[in-house]
C-alpha cells in the first residue's frame, strides 16, 4: 500500500504545483488604457497604437479612457486607487513627474502608487517663431533678448507643462530674459503664434510640423540632444550655442504599484517586444515620435532623474505652485 501511494502523491503534489504555476500565469481578459487627457492629442494617439499592439500580443481584449483634468491628476488618481492584476493601466505624458513640483496636495504619491512599465516613446519640443520673425537663428534670438530684457515673450500650453518648462529652461541657460504667455492648450497657443500675436513658442513636433510644412512658422531649433529624424536639417539648441541643452517630452505606461508582480512582468516583457518592432516605429514615425527604450527598473531609475531635475527648473524659475 505504501508503495502504491507514494507515486500517487507524488502525481497529486506535482498537478498542484502545475496549477499553482497556471494560476500565478493567469492574465486578465481586458486591459483599460486610461488617458488622463482629452481625445486627439499625441498622448492619446499614442495610447490607441500601444493598447492595440498589447490585445494583439497577449490576446486580450483593450480599450482606451480619457479621464481628463487637473493636468492630468484625475485620471492618474483613478489607476493609483486601481486593482494592480494588469486590468487598468495609464499611458501619460511628462507632466506625470512635473505635477509633483508644481501641486500642493496630490491625491497620490506619483513614485510610491505606481509601478513604471515602459518608456513609451520620445518627442523632441521644438523652438519655433513666426514667420517673419528678425532673428534667423537662436544666436539671434538670444542676441536680441538680451539687448531689450523683457521685450519678447514665448507661449505654452499651460503653467508647469513641459512645453513651459522648457521655455523656462531655456530662459536660465541662454542667461535671457523673457515673458511666459500661457494658453488653455496647444491649439490656441499655436494659432496665436501664426497669427502673429506671440513671437516665440515651444511645441512637440506632431504640432509644429504640420504649421512648418505650411510655412506659416520657422523652426529655429529642435530640444533634444540629436537632431530631430522628421527634420534632419534643423540644428539642436545645444549645436546652436546653448551647450547641454535637453527637455523632450516622453510618455510612459504605467499600472498601480504592483510588486513586480506576474501580471507587470508580463507587460514589461510585452512592451520590451513591442517597442522594439519595426511596425512600432514606423507607426510612431507618423507623429513624429521614436519608440521608447526604457522599460521595468531602467524606467523607474529615469523616472527619478526626471523628476528632481524638473523641480529643480520649477524652483529657479519660481513657478508658482497649486
Known sequence: MKTTFRPILSVVMLLTSLAGAAADEKFPSSIKVVVPFPA?????????FVAQYLGD????????????????????EMVARSPADGTVLLLTATHHVINPSLRRNLPYDTQKDFSPIALVATAPNALVVTKDFPAKNVAELIAMAKK???RLSFGSAGVGGANHLSGELFKEMAGIDIAHIPYKGAAPAMNDLIGGHIPIMFDTLP???????????????????TRATSLPD??????SGVHGFE?????????PKADANSAYNRLVAAMVEILASQATREKFATQG?????LTGPAFTAFIDLEMKKWNGVVRRANVPQE
Open 40 to 48: 486627439g492629442g499625441t498622448t492619446d494617439i499614442l495610447a490607441r
Open 207 to 225: 504640432t509644429v510640423i504640420p504649421a512648418a510644412e505650411a510655412g506659416t512658422i520657422r523652426v529655429l531649433a529642435i530640444t533634444s540632444l
Open 57 to 76: 500580443k497577449l490576446g486580450v481584449t483593450t480599450v482606451v479612457e480619457n479621464k481628463p483634468g487637473a493636468s492630468g491628476t484625475i485620471g492618474s
Open 289 to 293: 515620435v521614436e519608440p521608447g527604450k
Open 148 to 150: 531689450e530684457p523683457g
Open 247 to 255: 527637455a523632450s517630452a516622453w510618455f510612459g505606461l504605467y499600472m
Open 234 to 239: 534643423v540644428p539642436t539648441l545645444d549645436e
